[in-house]
Every structure is written in C-alpha cells, then in structure tokens.
C-alpha cells in the first residue's frame, strides 16, 4: 500500500471556510511535502516540512508533523474558488543515493461560492 | 519559463507501438525522476536519474521500460509494445540536490492513451 494516506478522500467546503486534510505514513522520513495538483494538470509544490520541524506556514498554508504519529495535516486558510484542486502529501527519505517521493492517494478538495 | 518541460502533453499509440517521453529539467538541477500517475490515484515514484546514470530503478517495470538521461539533451522514458495498461499520465520532475531540503519539481505531464 501507499506510504502516504490522505484523510479524507474528498472534502467539499464553501469559500471563507478552512481546510483541513490529514496524512499518515509508515515508515521514518526525512522530510514530508504537500503538492497541489489541478484537474488534469502538473503538480505545484506547496511546502516541504523536515522531519525534525513540528509546524510551518506558507501564506493561508498552514502544515504541521508529529513524527510520533506518523502524521502531517494541512490547513488552508480563507479558502478560495481556486483553492478547488487535489492535494498530495509525499514523504522523502533522501539518503543520498536514493531520493524518491511516496505519494498518498490525494484529498480531492471542492471550495464552492 | 525555467520550470520542466516535457513533451508532448498528449500522446496517444496503439497497442505494441513504441512510446517515448521527453523530459527537460529545470535549468542546472541534474536529478531526474519519472512518476507515474493512474486515474484517481497518487502519483508512484518509477525511476530517479543523473546525468548518464540510472541511481534507482526500482519502480520501474522489469519488461518493455527503459529511461535514460544523456549528457546532453532531455531525459526520455521509453515504453516498448505498448498496452492498454500503459495508459497514465507521466510526470517528471527535477531537483538541484538529493538533501532534505531539496525540493522536487514536476512538470506538467505526458498523458499516454493506449488504444
């Protein structure tokens, strides 16, 4: 299974609201990252977390890690119309040699007027 | 714009017909990786170049892929007798390093139709 498992699939807000979407993994990390990914389109990185960092905030982004849980969350603050997209979180464990992301399975995130 | 490149956007083949996708990185990062992304699901990691070297391929398909990542010139992912499980869109993205900071940056795809 995915190292990385978004909670919950699908999430379905009106504007001004926030977001919160969760993710678990499984095994030790370096660091933790959100990516957002538009209907069809590429992936936008959003923020990157270190495995030794407990919260950061990007603008509206608000991320937080408990490595002792084995969790992220992200928040979106004020949400927009735009913010309408899926979001992945991918864990990294970059040693040097080997630098793949594990991808969760997204969080399919609906901001209606 | 600096960001990936990859080419084409849409590419469509018949069944054992070869597939090849192309890769430009952004500008002075020399590691590669190529994703793989289902329909409704995450994107699954396949391999990770530099430059002339495959570092990790162990999320590749031991049959009918290749990828490569010459020293001069895009980085390709080659699908061989393509079928119709084939079918996905494929990412590539790029990074300076291989530190913990060093953050991957996708490009916007190549969706491959199998008819």
């Known amino acids: 299974s995915q190292q990385g498992e978004e909670d919950p699939q699908a999430l379905s807000i009106q504007e001004g609201e926030n977001a919160t979407m969760n993710c678990s993994y499984k095994?030790?990390?370096?660091?933790l990252q959100w990516y957002r990914q538009n209907s069809g389109r590429g992936l936008v990185h959003l923020i990157l977390i270190r495995s030794n960092e407990r919260e950061k905030h990007s603008g509206r982004l608000r991320v937080t890690l408990d490595t002792s849980k084995k969790s992220s969350s992200l928040l979106i603050t004020a949400s927009r119309a735009a913010d309408t997209a899926s979001y992945f979180c991918a864990t990294g464990l970059n040693t040097g040699t080997a630098s793949k992301l594990t991808f969760g399975t997204g969080t399919r995130l609906q901001v209606t007027l | 714009n600096a960001g990936v490149m990859q080419n084409p956007r849409h590419l469509v083949r018949r069944r054992g017909q070869e597939a090849r996708l192309r890769c430009s990185p952004v500008?002075?990062?020399?590691?590669v990786y190529w994703y793989r992304q289902l329909p409704e699901e995450g994107l699954k990691f396949m391999v990770y170049l530099q430059k002339e070297n495959i570092i990790d391929e162990s999320g590749m398909p031991k049959e009918r892929f290749s990828a490569e990542f010459p020293k001069e010139g895009p980085s390709i992912l080659r699908i061989q007798q393509v079928v119709r499980g084939d079918s996905a869109a494929y990412f590539c993205?790029?990074?300076?390093?291989?530190?913990?900071?060093?953050?991957?940056?996708f490009g916007p795809g190549t969706r491959l139709t199998v008819l």
């Open positions: 095994t030790s990390i370096n660091n």
């Open positions: 993205a790029s990074s300076q390093g291989t530190g913990v900071t060093d953050t991957q940056y």
């Open positions: 500008k002075g990062h020399s590691h």
